[in-house]
Nanobody, 121 residues
């Protein structure tokens, strides 16, 4: 199983970045996918979540209206479009996959290795 993030880097305040998360080794279309982030000295926090079909999304208040989560199940890839970036968006961004078996309630989850996003002038 692999989750590989890419697209991080340095952006100026007000700028944009697009993160990608390429999945392999599991049935991507069965999994709810999320982006988390962790800034230095802070706890990891949920940024955005998308349902397995892509129909339902949810965002942290701090990124609503600026970030957009999406997925392409045919490509086993999830995205995070980040616009109007702020210095406080600086963090390592992680891809997270989660599945709960509806019959057994067993949970499987996986994390990516993270990609650094730095917003600075």
């Amino acid at each position: 199983v692999q989750l590989v993030e890419s697209g991080g880097g340095v952006a100026q305040p007000g700028g944009s970045l697009r993160l990608s998360c390429a999945a392999s080794g599991f049935t991507f279309s069965n999994y709810r996918m999320s982006w988390y982030r962790q800034a230095p000295g802070k706890e990891r926090e949920l940024v955005a979540t998308i349902s397995s079909t892509g129909i339902s999304t949810d965002y942290a208040d701090s990124v609503k209206g600026r970030f957009t989560i999406s997925r392409d199940n045919s490509q086993n890839t999830m995205y995070l479009q980040m616009n109007s970036l702020k210095p406080e968006d600086t963090a390592v961004y992680y891809c997270y996959a989660n599945y709960k078996n509806p019959f057994t309630q067993a949970v499987r989850d996986y994390w990516g290795q993270g990609t650094q996003v730095t917003v600075s002038s």
